[in-house]
């Protein structure tokens, strides 16, 4: 399958690393509309200076290709997707699925109309331990998850487009841990409360910081605080997790997944709590790839199939309306019915 990757430096890095080392996926051209980063990155993967394009109508009228990777910022995603759509051609798009929600439903709606797969890199489903986290839950061992609460703090210096954005936490990062919420309760959200705000020592235009609480269909409660420009005691990426549940309780602390399950209800007089096993670490799921080499591999299989993937825009749109009803929750100061 020949691709043509649109936006090659920042997060287009993990897609060339991904598509070269594909035995199944290979280049047939490339957008670019920076030159310094078009040469910098032809020097750095071998690629062909001469079949990186500054637009992608140019490209298709040059290069003959069987689908799109988009990895450009996100108020670009609108424009590059449905253009590939409407030629025809799957797209493999970086997330957010856009940048606002008008956009997002468009790309969503051209999908369907055209019929044509767009698939939306959610990348941190498809980690090892993301996939341990679902079958344990899935197993039904711990029963029904009433409530979870995620906790996540980093200070990264991206420079560009996030430290410009107005909610950069939740548009770009916590997108993330949203979409996850949906994925290991097998249900969208229903209700939203959340506010945000900005450390006076942040190096972000927006806010960086939040607090969000969620009600999805199923019943489960949902917990979030987070913030971008934390300052030390950092969290992993994936954030730490607690999921209360029916038999016990499944806890993510520094990308370990811990399981203690409840063996009886405390009885009698004086019994004021309950009885359970021991804390016992579940072994992280085998993944051959996970991130954008499987994001890549699952792409190639449903368009050469003829399937859809689990995060296609016909999907991921019930989590770009969680994540602008969180910013609206936000912006308004009041909650949110989805």
Request: overall charge negative; some cysteine; charged content about 20%.
């Amino acid at each position: 399958m020949k691709v043509i990757q649109v936006g090659i430096g920042g997060m287009g890095n993990a897609w060339l690393h991904a598509v070269q080392k594909s035995e199944v996926v290979d280049f047939a051209g490339f957008v670019e509309i920076n030159k310094d980063i078009a040469r910098r990155q032809a020097e750095a993967y071998g690629l062909d200076a001469a079949q990186i394009y500054p637009s992608l109508p140019t490209a298709l009228e040059a290069v003959a290709a069987d689908a799109v990777i988009n990895v450009t910022p996100p108020q670009f995603h609108r424009e590059v997707t449905v253009c590939a759509l409407e030629a025809g051609l799957p797209v493999m798009q970086e997330k957010p699925l856009a940048g606002n929600l008008e956009d997002a439903r468009a790309i969503a709606a051209a999908a369907e109309a055209t019929g044509v797969l767009c698939s939306v890199g959610q990348n941190y489903r498809y980690l090892p331990l993301s996939q341990t986290i679902k079958n344990i839950l899935d197993s039904g061992e711990l029963g029904a998850v009433a409530a979870l609460n995620v906790a996540f703090f980093k200070g990264p210096h991206f420079g560009g487009f996030r430290e410009a954005m107005a909610h950069p936490l939740i548009v770009d990062m916590a997108i993330h841990h949203f979409d996850a919420m949906r994925y290991f309760l097998g249900s969208d959200a229903a209700t939203i409360s959340a506010r945000s705000w900005n450390p006076p020592w942040s190096w972000y235009a927006g806010d960086a910081s939040a607090a969000v609480h969620i009600g999805f269909a199923n019943g489960a409660q949902a917990s979030y605080t987070g913030s971008w420009c934390s300052q030390a005691q950092e969290t992993t990426w994936n954030g730490n997790w607690r999921f209360e549940c029916e038999r016990g309780v499944l806890l993510v602390e520094d990308d370990r997944a811990y399981v203690q399950k409840l063996l009886r209800v405390g009885e009698g007089p004086g019994a004021l709590v309950n009885v359970h096993d021991d804390r016992r670490e579940a072994p992280l799921v085998h993944m051959e790839r996970m991130a954008q080499d499987y994001l890549l591999a699952e792409f190639y299989d449903a368009v050469t199939r003829g399937r859809s993937t689990g995060t296609s825009a016909q999907d991921n749109i019930k989590t770009m309306e969680l994540v602008f009803g969180i910013v609206r929750a936000c912006d308004s100061g009041e909650p949110i019915t989805l």
